[in-house]
């Protein structure tokens, strides 16, 4: 038999396993409900007591990615080793270190589990960046698999809160992690910052979603920075569009095609929103290739 014809029974052969494996190991999930968020106690949190600078001129970096279980560009985390899981790890922490972010949201950053060798990345990704406070959400919990949304941050929070949405059949639950962080020791300022994952495949279970979140900040009264992975795009109906338009959000450049995030197609997935008490000093799409997502790095200020 041909080389090239047992790379065409392999291939389809290894996505077949790697399908019922994930199936086994998020059984637990694969079940029906209705989507609504529901508030889950904090597996890590760090707050670490110290001296740490503030934001000069209320100012502060923000940066979203999502690290997909650290696989970097690779196939599927299963079917990486702890080693590439680690290296994938320590380039994401580079990138944080040499952006100089204050803020970083991330989505599907796992603690120890089976498919990366039973490394804590969410514990590693804090120590290695030099993050003193995070929190992080178990939106995931098997016996086999942890893994969530997380903030970590150079400013201490206040308060947090986290939520994940019920699954459905197939569809592993999602869900957001939110903190109120003080930028500013001279004017006590305070700003809400969410880290937030979106269904990948269904628009009406999106806006759902959506409409969970905001029923959940409407009443904040802080400046809002959402940030996160929302698996769509700016338009009509679409879950982003309804945050911006509830939540009085902004949006850098909505119809921009040069800010693509997400391989195939570079599709604009990932996306960093904020309310009017703030504006965006600059945003970029981040070339570096940590992830099969693209990190959004924003600066962003008090309006004067």
Not at 286 to 298: N, Q
Request: proline letters at 4%; charged letters at 20%; glycine letters at 8%.
């Amino acid at each position: 038999m041909s080389k090239g014809r047992k790379n065409k029974i392999i291939f389809p052969l290894l996505i077949i396993g790697i399908i019922i494996i994930s199936i086994i190991l998020t059984l637990p999930f694969l079940i029906s409900g209705k989507v609504e968020a529901v508030p889950v106690s904090f597996y890590f949190e760090q707050n670490i007591p110290g001296e740490y600078p503030h934001h000069k001129d209320n100012q502060l970096s923000v940066m979203t990615l999502n690290i997909g279980h650290g696989r970097g560009k690779g196939f599927h985390q299963l079917v990486q080793s702890k080693e590439k899981i680690t290296s994938n790890a320590i380039a994401i922490t580079e990138t944080i270190n040499k952006e100089k972010i204050d803020i970083t949201a991330l989505q599907e950053v796992d603690g120890p589990g089976i498919w990366n060798g039973g490394l804590d990345l969410i514990e590693y990704i804090a120590e290695k960046s030099g993050y003193p406070h995070g929190i992080w959400t178990k939106n995931v919990e098997t016996a086999a698999l942890s893994y969530g949304t997380a903030l970590l941050s150079n400013s201490a929070y206040s308060h947090a809160e986290s939520y994940t949405f019920k699954a459905r059949p197939f569809i592993l639950p999602k869900g957001f992690t939110m903190g109120i962080f003080k930028i500013s020791e001279m004017t006590g300022k305070h700003v809400c910052v969410v880290s937030v994952h979106l269904a990948p495949l269904l628009a009406p279970m999106r806006r759902r979603q959506a409409e969970i979140i905001i029923s959940n900040l409407e009443k904040l009264d802080y400046p809002l920075i959402i940030a996160g992975d929302f698996n769509c795009g700016y338009k009509e109906k679409s879950a982003v569009k309804l945050l911006a338009d509830r939540l009085n959000l902004s949006v850098w450049d909505e119809k921009s095609v040069k800010l693509g995030t997400h391989q195939p197609g570079n599709r604009r997935l990932d996306w960093i929103m904020i309310s009017g008490d703030l504006e965006f000093v600059s945003y970029e799409v981040l070339s570096d290739k940590i992830s099969d997502h693209r990190a959004v790095k924003a600066v962003i200020r008090y309006k004067k």
